[in-house]
């Protein structure tokens, strides 16, 4: 399996283990998540913006989030453009 799948995969991964408590309360999940990975590098920022709205969940999501931050900063143009991708596709199957 290439690196840059595993990478994904472990990315993904930690996404799904955080989110519900990331974005709890977050009226567009979808558009929050692809605001932090729309650019080359993670928007760490807007991420512990989102964190702060949470503070009861922030000792179980900022570990996780950071982790997730620097697997997407070393990801491929190519994997990156696919993480969008993935995160537009179940927008409109769930949305």
Not at 45 to 54: E, F, P, R, S
Not at 85 to 92: D, P, V, Y
Request: charged residues 20%.
């Amino acid at each position: 399996m290439p690196a840059h799948h595993t990478s994904l995969q472990r990315l993904t991964q930690g996404l799904r283990e955080v989110g519900p408590a990331l974005f709890n309360g977050v009226p567009q999940p979808h558009e929050e998540l692809l605001a932090l990975v729309w650019g080359p590098r993670f928007d760490r920022v807007h991420a512990l913006g989102l964190a702060a709205h949470q503070p009861e969940q922030a000792a179980r999501t900022l570990p996780a989030l950071l982790s997730a931050a620097d697997c997407f900063d070393t990801l491929a143009a190519q994997s990156q453009r696919r993480l969008r991708s993935l995160i537009l596709r179940h927008h409109r199957l769930y949305a």
